[in-house]
Nanobody, 117 residues
Framework: QVQLVESGGGLVQAGGSLRLSCAAS????????MGWYRQAPGKQRELVAT???????NYADSVKGRFTISRDNAKNTVYLQMNSLKPEDTAVYYC???????????WGKGTLVTVSS
């Protein structure tokens, strides 16, 4: 059974940093793409960052230069380092595990990030 468990959310002041973690089940983890998405109150869920099995990354324009996605295949974990946080980064952050060639697509339950001004 695929499980994704996010952690690391919380309350931080603007300009601060947080690191989110997403622990995944081991099976085929290194082959799968991983991503972070977020959903702010009253808004649609949006892409934050993704990382392929080969380490290629993609970021939303709004977080480029501030956020860094990384993965540790030995620990079956993907991270999102968030620096220079802004109030508009406030959202529930979701981890996603996916692999387009075979349609695998799983989501975590989310972790809340609140950035105060």
């Amino acid at each position: 059974q695929v499980q994704l468990v996010e952690s690391g959310g919380g309350l931080v002041q603007a300009g601060g940093s947080l690191r989110l973690s997403c622990a995944a089940s081991k099976r085929f983890f290194s082959m799968h793409y991983m991503g972070w998405y977020r959903q702010a109150p009253g808004k649609q869920r949006e892409l934050v960052a993704t990382i392929t099995s080969g380490g290629g990354t993609n970021y939303a324009d709004s977080v480029k230069g501030r956020f860094t996605i990384s993965r540790d295949n030995a620990k079956n974990t993907v991270y999102l380092q968030m620096n220079s946080l802004k109030p508009e980064d406030t959202a529930v952050y979701y981890c996603r595990r996916f692999y387009p060639p075979n349609g695998i697509d799983y989501w975590g339950k989310g972790t809340l990030v609140t950035v105060s001004s």
